[in-house]
């Protein structure tokens, strides 16, 4: 009496294993692609929450608070360069700034010996790359205690930063600060997310 054989054919094996295939080709690019715009959104929202906190603890202590890009990696110093340097790369720090003259009060430096940050921000995640798009946000922003913000003379002034993906293959995003202070994220283009991460 023959064996009955209950496995698979050649042939049934290698359409499944085609069809693993073609799900895994879907599939994984879309996954990807979700996973950076997660980070994407993380970090846009880290940036958010910490400029809502420096806003509202200028407004709480009736003190200067400065948001401003780290000097290094998990240092508690701002960089007090001119140029529009990435961010991602070191990440930021938020504490007083609250120098009693217009001259020292551009130093862009946390108050204290040594200087006490209320919040610091590490690097942003590989493959994040944060760049600001308006002079005024190169280095540092000030936040007064009526909400404003202001660059480092003390003017009103408006500020942008653009978040993308290092490989351009997602929608960056743009977080735009008004004069009064108030912060929003958008969406950008393709164009704007490329132009980016070329950079």
């Known amino acids: 009496m023959r064996k009955k054989n209950s496995g698979f054919t050649l042939i049934e094996l290698l359409v499944t294993m085609l069809l693993m295939g073609i799900l895994l080709s879907v599939g994984v690019p879309s996954l990807l692609n979700m996973l950076k715009e997660n980070r994407l959104s993380a970090a846009a ?13 200028a407004v709480r202590t009736g003190s200067r608070v400065v948001f401003c890009h780290s000097a290094a990696s998990g240092g508690n110093q701002c960089r007090t360069t001119t140029t529009a340097d990435d961010w991602q790369a070191t990440g930021w720090l938020i504490g007083v700034d609250d ?25 942003m995640a590989s493959g994040v790359k944060v760049t600001p798009t308006t002079t005024s946000a190169n280095a540092a922003l000030w936040f007064y205690p009526d909400g404003t913000v202001r660059d480092s003379a003390g003017r009103r002034s408006e500020a942008a930063f653009l978040m993308c993906s290092t490989d351009a293959r997602t929608n960056g995003r743009t977080i735009e600060i008004t004069r009064a202070g108030s912060v929003k994220i958008n969406k950008t283009d393709d164009m704007e997310a ?3 991460a070329a950079a």
């Open 45 to 57: 929202y880290a940036m958010v929450s910490d400029m809502n906190l420096a806003r509202s603890e």
């Open 194 to 196: 490329t132009a980016c």
């Open 99 to 123: 120098d009693p003259t217009a001259t020292s009060r551009s130093d862009q430096q946390i108050d204290g010996t040594p200087p006490e940050p209320m919040r610091t921000r590490d690097p």
